[in-house]
């Protein structure tokens, strides 16, 4: 046995050598600077490499562009994709033990949480600026500090379809009655499901004139609720009225409404781009327009800022300036990414070039717009408040204490 | 004796067949795989997970490289796996119970003053974007700075702000040459990224005069941070204010008002995520009838599957009815089903308007099975039932199959009807084989967290409540909306349910079978 155990301990020893040779030389391999020129043409290759995180439909976008980056700087890229709901949290919940993502693809309402958990990291852009429109600038900027670079916005509108309207309504009662004369089972049909929608109902409650949160001077949000009082009150006794109409449901959800729509049963609906490629897939004849306004006022659709945000941890603190700053912030990088995503993009010169008349349609109807607060007091409104909407809408509660009570529920939640 | 015999004495000693070579190979791999993880835990300055490893390491290659601890070679693995995935889970679910882990409390202190200056560090107004270039004396990173108006070259670092360099080299484009130091190159900052991120040039001693600094090597501008940190005091100060920010005790700087600077950090808790169930007045009551609801939810499941499944099985086992492997075969299919996927598909067959049962059952009846809180509990509970009476279908029927034929005509001799037969006889006899899949089933359906989820996302929720927990929540997707859902996560008191639940189901599991072990006794 004794010649036995030295026979396994060697043959162990020599895998366990060859298994760390591989490994080292794996990493090794990695490292290995990648053969392009770097941008200041010194010659001198550039080592390290860049990754990052975009969701499922963004991933692939993401994956070409790096791919152009690549060619420019020499610096490898890892285009992880990542569920679209929960990369966010994954992202908390990594950078902090340095495992996460050098970049990071998100929406801009997620900013707040990120901040204030301490894990994305902050860009200058200053000689940029310029560059970009106001509201995409916004998005990407908290409490006066710059943590991204956009890349576009994207906002819902009115989608008609005009085989069964030519109309172009500025109410929302104007709207209903053109979607009548078209004699569809859906005049109009948004969607709502059984946990509210208070996105796509946005735009008719700033018609209002109550916004979620008060904009300071700067247009920044503060913390200070602003959907409820009167005009608040307001929009939930139309909100019942409609309900009690039938022109809402909670029963109608994005699957559905978008089917009836694709079917010719609705003469209007209110979606956002991503639903707009999928009927001109269809070959439907649609226009883009801006949201009624179905109070007093304009309607404000919330209007989302997409962009690439750095970690606070990252370890190529360089290469990602080189990537945000140098490489992302161009207008030849935008038009790239709008190519490949076909979203309004954040800077104007870029826009301007623009012919599609769903981009220019939904750019329209986005200019009214409020950005979405990114505040991280956000994420205790959007339970209570879908919620309600539905209790609303379905008459299971009476709207104005339903709307007083939804409001004294998210200032209990925002003060823990 | 000759050589033969030696060479095959000592041949049989040791024993090269080829499952010592298979073992060998085995314990080569299991070994590479640990020398791996101890470099890779070596790397990563993970000290505990070093020793973990070293030690299960060290213990597998004695207990498998010696003749002795024969049970040992058997247990090891399974325990292994135990310590890993079982002991360290709740371990780890257990401290974090007992720290306030979640939004704005998710690192270590030192991350988060390092962020919260990083968060308050912003380009002076005005400032221009100048040209710079890192310089190295040393081994240690300086800045230079090209500066317009004295048209000459800055040089400074943390430790010494600013000063003239004479006899500096540059262009419009880039500084080129700095005496006395190297000047970098992009690739060479690209290996000490993190130095070169960090480093500061301050314009005079006073840090409140504002800095230069990098954002790529080749450009910088002036720079003011609003927040200083002293260490010495351990206390944050606003320079535009003088406001004065100390940790707080809660894993944050406050001020002395009481308003706090996020990012926080991770602190210990005490019990205090565990008295909020009992009396934080708002997670109180959803707490306690998410409870009574689970164990509702949970028991009725077991009773009206394992009843329905047992009636099917009674008439199925005889042999009287016809084509009844059809039957049994069809029974089978909602069990064949992946049930992530029946709940989704019938969570579309209730929708009130327009689901199947709705549209085409009731003709057109607007019943909100899912949207009414007492009708979304028995869609719940109708939904497992069609998800769950397979199973006991199945097992049922085993059961049956099982039982001694000579008892049946014993209890017939005795003069025992048809009902007595089952009451007295049967029932027992199965339910003696099958108590213990009764309270696996329990335990399952009492986390049964994807019926729950995918059904009806625990809605309705309680109109005008204060927490958005729903009527049909069970513990664990309260847990799940507490820990993950909406923008702000509490992991603590995420984890502090999860040990109640661990501690309910493991009570009850350990009676169940207890009980069921003395009847199989009897």
Request: net charge negative; with cysteine.
């Amino acid at each position: 046995m004794r010649r036995g155990i030295s026979i396994a301990a060697i043959s162990a020893l020599a895998l366990t050598m060859a298994a760390c040779g591989s490994s080292d030389e794996a990493k090794e391999d990695t490292q290995q600077p990648a053969p392009a020129q770097s941008a200041e043409g010194d010659g001198s290759a550039v080592a390290g490499e860049l990754t990052i995180w975009a969701d499922d439909t963004r991933s692939s976008q993401v994956a070409e562009l790096s791919k152009d980056f690549t060619d420019k700087f020499g610096v490898k890229v890892n285009v992880v994709q990542k569920s679209e709901s929960d990369m966010d949290k994954e992202f908390i919940s990594q950078v902090p033990t340095g495992k996460g993502p050098d970049l990071i693809v998100l929406a801009h309402d997620r900013l707040g949480s990120l901040v204030s958990n301490g894990v994305v990291g902050t860009v200058d852009i200053a000689d940029k600026a310029k560059d970009f429109s106001e509201a995409a600038l916004s998005g990407v900027t908290y409490q006066g500090q710059t943590y991204g670079v956009p890349y576009a916005i994207e906002n819902v509108a009115l989608v008609r379809n005009n085989q069964l309207s030519k109309a172009e309504p500025k109410s929302f009662d104007e709207m209903l009655a053109a979607g009548k004369e078209a004699n569809v089972e859906y005049p109009f049909i948004v969607q709502m499901g059984d946990k509210g929608d208070p996105y796509h109902f946005y735009g008719f409650q700033t018609s209002f004139g109550a916004p979620v949160f008060k904009q300071d001077d700067k247009g920044s949000y503060t913390t200070e609720l602003t959907l409820g009082g009167e005009k608040g009150e307001a929009f939930a006794d139309w909100l019942a009225k409609k309900g009690n109409e039938k022109v809402f449901d909670p029963a109608i959800t994005g699957e559905i409404a978008k089917q009836a729509f694709l079917d010719g049963k609705a003469a209007f609906t209110v979606t956002g781009p991503w639903n707009v490629s999928a009927f001109r897939e269809a070959n439907m004849d649609i226009t883009v327009l801006p949201i009624p306004a179905a109070g007093p006022e304009a309607a404000q659709p919330f209007v989302g800022v997409q962009g690439f945000f750095p970690s606070a941890k990252t370890e190529n603190q360089l290469l990602v300036n080189k990537f945000l700053v140098d490489y992302l912030a161009t207008e030849e990088a935008q038009q790239k990414m709008y190519d490949l995503g076909k979203r309004v993009p954040a800077m104007p010169a870029v826009a301007a070039k623009i012919s599609d008349p769903d981009i220019q349609g939904f750019s329209e109807a986005g200019k009214s717009g409020a950005p979405m607060p990114a505040i991280p007091e956000m994420s205790a409104v959007w339970d209570f408040w879908g919620i309600t909407e539905v209790d609303v809408v379905t008459g299971k509660q009476q709207p104005k204490e339903a709307w007083s009570t939804m409001v004294t529920n998210i200032e209990n939640a925002i003060k823990k | 004796m000759d050589q033969s015999t030696v060479k095959t004495k000592r041949f049989d000693r040791f024993d090269l067949s080829w499952g010592f070579w298979v073992k060998v190979a085995l314990m080569a791999l299991i070994n590479a795989l640990g020398v791996y993880g101890l470099l890779a835990a070596w790397a990563a300055e993970s000290y505990l997970t070093l020793a973990v490893v070293l030690v299960t390491l060290i213990i597998a290659d004695v207990i498998y490289f010696s003749r002795r601890f024969i049970p040992a070679k058997y247990l090891f693995p399974g325990l292994a796996f135990l310590l890993v995935y079982q002991v360290f889970v709740m371990g780890y679910t257990g401290f974090v119970s007992f720290t306030n882990y979640g939004t704005g409390h998710n690192s270590t202190k030192a991350d988060a003053i390092t962020q919260i200056l990083a968060q308050h560090q912003k380009r002076v107004p005005g400032s221009p974007t100048i040209n710079t270039t890192v310089v190295e004396k040393n081994d240690k990173l300086s800045l230079a700075i090209w500066d317009a108006e004295k048209k000459a070259v800055l040089v400074g670092n943390m430790q010494h702000p600013l000063t003239l360099v004479e006899g500096a080299k540059a262009n419009d484009k880039a500084i080129t040459e700095v005496p006395g130091y190297q000047v970098l190159k992009f690739a060479d900052l690209v290996k000490r990224q993190q130095e070169v991120a960090g480093l500061k040039a301050p314009l005079t001693d006073d840090p409140n005069d504002g800095f230069y600094v990098t954002t790529d090597g080749t450009k910088g501008f002036l720079a003011k941070s609003d927040f200083r940190y002293d260490e010495e005091k351990d206390e944050l100060l606003d320079t535009t204010n003088n406001v004065v920010y100390q940790p707080n005790g809660e894993g944050a700087f406050a001020d002395p008002e009481g308003n706090t600077i996020m990012p926080g950090w991770r602190v210990p808790v005490g019990f205090a995520n565990y008295t909020n169930m009992a009396h934080g007045s708002d997670l109180a009551w959803p707490f306690f009838n998410a409870l009574v609801w689970s164990f509702i939810f949970a028991i009725f499941s077991v009773v009206s599957t394992f009843a329905f499944g047992l009636l099917l099985a009674l008439v199925f086992h005889d042999k009287r009815i016809r084509g009844r492997k059809i039957y049994q075969s069809l029974f089978i299919l909602p069990y064949a089903f992946p049930a992530f996927l029946s709940t989704l598909v019938w969570k579309g067959m209730l929708n009130t308007k327009f689901g199947f049962i709705n549209e085409v059952l009731l003709g057109g009846a607007e019943i909100p099975w899912l949207t009414n809180g007492t009708l979304a509990k028995v869609s719940i509970l109708g939904v497992n039932l069609w998800l769950g009476f397979p199973y006991m279908f199945l097992i049922c029927l085993g059961a049956l199959q099982a039982l001694p034929e000579d008892i049946m005509e014993a209890a017939k001799i005795d003069g025992a009807g048809p009902i007595r037969t089952l009451f007295s006889v049967k029932l027992p006899l199965i339910l003696v084989s099958t108590m213990p899949l009764l309270i696996a089933s329990f335990a399952f359906n009492f986390n049964n967290f994807s019926l729950i989820y995918m059904l009806t996302g625990g809605g309705p929720n309680y109109p005008g409540a204060s927490l958005p927990v729903g009527e049909t929540d069970i513990l664990i997707s309260m847990v799940y909306k507490i820990a993950f859902e909406g923008g702000s996560q509490n992991y603590g008191l995420a984890s502090a349910l999860s040990i109640l639940i661990f501690l309910v189901v493991g009570v009850i599991s350990y009676f169940g079978l207890k009980r069921s072990n003395a009847m199989g006794e009897d």
